[in-house]
């Protein structure tokens, strides 16, 4: 029988979970598959929980939790492929690359709006 605790923690680790795969979702081909992933992962886990000390701290009302994902998962996904970038990306003309990012960098920044 799971308790109390335990629930809490299982849904903790499920929503740090999801707040990795949401900081590599869009930026994932332009990431190496195995250890920058996972440090982008672990990172964007650490953001989330960041992220809801602030908006407690602000008291700001979002039971969803959707600005924290997105506003700080998805920028943290942006950031982190300028700082790991995979050698595929490289292979792209810099321009493409360059397009990406600022595809990225606008598509984010109706989050803090």
Do not use: Y
């Amino acid at each position: 029988m799971f308790s109390l605790v335990t629930g809490m923690l299982l849904m903790f680790v499920m929503v740090c979970l999801v707040g990795s795969l949401l900081s590599l979702l869009g930026v994932l081909c332009m990431v190496e598959p195995w250890l920058a992933a996972i440090i982008c992962g672990f990172v964007a886990a650490l953001v989330l929980i960041s992220s809801n000390k602030l908006a407690e701290t602000f008291e700001f009302d979002d039971p969803l939790e959707a600005k924290q994902f997105h506003g700080g998962c998805g920028t943290w996904g942006v950031i982190f492929t300028t700082l790991f970038p995979s050698l595929v990306s490289f292979s792209l003309s810099t321009s493409k690359v360059n397009q990406a990012h600022s595809t990225l960098i606008l598509d984010r920044a109706h989050c803090f709006n």
